[in-house]
């Protein structure tokens, strides 16, 4: 290996860490932000945090789905019975449900970055079914500062209900106490379901279509000799 091969080879070993994955799978698209077991871990950098921000507020099907989710749910239940029903009102919940769930990944991010510490999801480098699940639901409540060690995510916790309990001044006859319980523990669930695939999903769904074009050989087209020649 001469040097400048292992000039490469340092540079790019020494990119693969967790600190700006500015490419991420399409599979992370679906499923969240994720820190795959395969990569060093590393703070994030502020421009990592602007995308985390970004794709899990609007950007991510994720969001759209917890917020269909929510609104369907309350639009059965009739909640609030203000809204009435009819597609109207189903926008109406719709619209609220997104509105909440943007205001609390947005608190709780900006308190993860008040505080350094990390809003992304660690996959677990451990093996077995069930201590991944342990580690993808333990993540609801814990995370890493700046250092790497693992703390309570209470920006994650606060930022949750104190949203939820906010969210009562645009959401017609509720109460700030049953709100906010209600939207939090909605944050909590719904951020299990999100650990579990980002824990479980492959990071690279889309490899074997990709690998057989790849892989597909090219047969050059040779021209017939002229019969002049």
Request: glycine share 10%; charged share 15%.
């Amino acid at each position: 290996m001469n040097f400048t091969s292992l000039a490469i080879f340092v540079a790019t070993v020494s990119a693969q860490d967790s600190s700006n994955i500015t490419r991420p799978s399409q599979s992370d698209m679906l499923v969240g932000t994720r820190v795959p077991r395969d990569l060093v871990w590393k703070t994030p950098t502020s421009e990592e945090r602007w995308r985390v921000w970004g794709r899990g507020i609007g950007a991510s099907p994720g969001s759209y789905i917890r917020t269909f989710v929510t609104a369907t749910e309350n639009h059965l239940g009739n909640s609030p019975r203000d809204y009435g029903q009819g597609w109207g009102p189903y926008g109406k919940r719709f619209g609220n449900s997104f509105l909440t769930y943007g205001l609390q990944d947005t608190a709780s991010q900006g308190l993860a970055a008040t505080a350094g510490y990390e809003m992304r999801y660690i996959q677990c480098k451990c093996t077995g079914v069930l201590r991944r699940i342990g580690h993808a639901f333990a993540f609801n409540f814990i995370t890493y500062d700046r250092t790497g060690k693992k703390v309570f995510n209470w920006p994650s916790i606060a930022g949750s209900y104190a949203v939820g309990m906010l969210s009562t001044q645009y959401t017609p006859n509720q109460k700030w106490s049953a709100q906010g319980i209600q939207a939090g523990n909605s944050a909590i669930y719904f951020g299990f379901a999100s650990s579990l695939l980002q824990e479980f999903t492959p990071s690279k769904l889309f490899a074997r279509r990709k690998k057989s074009q790849a892989t597909t050989p090219y047969t050059p087209t040779i021209p017939a000799k002229s019969s002049s020649q």
